[in-house]
T-cell receptor
């Protein structure tokens, strides 16, 4: 069974803290993605990575950074958490093969910044 | 703004009825996908339709794509209470997926 796991389901942090969200996939996928999901706004792409040590900005990268040191792991970093980063964070991965490229999602991390 | 916009935003039907959700998008695409999200969980892929396809079926799901109108529809036939979830369309073009804001479907038993 394919699997994408995220380090925490729920996380509460204080303003100004450095926050790490971890995502691990066991499918040997090249591509990994981080989204945030907010009511009324759907999913918005923060960053994605198509290979180890490679990263590309998505639509809302400000205030975030990422790290991909190993193929299976993609980390999202909030350098200095702010209250407007309270959100649901979703990680996904996929492989581009013949145009069929469904994304596999993790269960999500609901982050609250106080 | 979001490329994909689902319509309606919310839908409530009785078990056994059909549910239809629509998605509109703005630019050319390689394919369009539909996902389901149960409350507070991650998304699960339902079906993918390529830009050169017009209709696709998977079990109780039927998806249509009209590239001239830049729109797609998802039909769930004979709905069940377990179909209660949010449904999102996602358009794909060159590494990037753009998700709509979703349709919240509630199926009443």
């Amino acid at each position: 069974d394919v699997k994408v796991t995220q380090s925490s389901r729920y996380l509460v942090k204080r303003t100004g803290e450095k926050v790490f969200l971890e995502c691990v996939q066991d499918m040997d996928h090249e591509n990994m993605f981080w989204y945030r999901q907010d009511p009324g706004l759907g999913l918005r792409l923060i960053y994605f990575s198509y290979d180890v040590k490679m990263k590309e900005k998505g639509d809302i990268p400000e205030g975030y950074s990422v790290s991909r040191e190993k193929k299976e792991r993609f980390s999202l970093i909030l350098e200095s958490a702010s209250t407007n980063q309270t959100s649901m964070y979703l990680c996904a991965s996929n492989i581009l093969a013949g145009g069929y490229n469904e994304q596999f999602f993790g269960p999500g991390t609901r982050l609250t910044v106080l | 703004s979001q490329q994909g916009e689902e319509d309606p935003q919310a839908l409530s039907i009785q078990e056994g009825e059909n549910a239809t959700m629509n998605c509109s998008y703005k630019t050319s695409i390689n394919n369009l996908q539909w996902y389901r999200q149960n409350s507070g969980r991650g998304l699960v892929h339902l079906i993918l339709i390529r830009s050169n396809e017009r209709e696709k079926h998977s079990g109780r799901l039927r998806v249509t794509l009209d590239t001239s109108k830049k729109s797609s529809s998802l039909l769930i036939t004979a709905s069940r209470a377990a179909d209660t979830a949010s449904y999102f369309c996602a358009t794909y073009r060159t590494y990037k997926y753009i998700f709509g804001t979703g349709t919240r479907l509630k199926v009443l038993a």
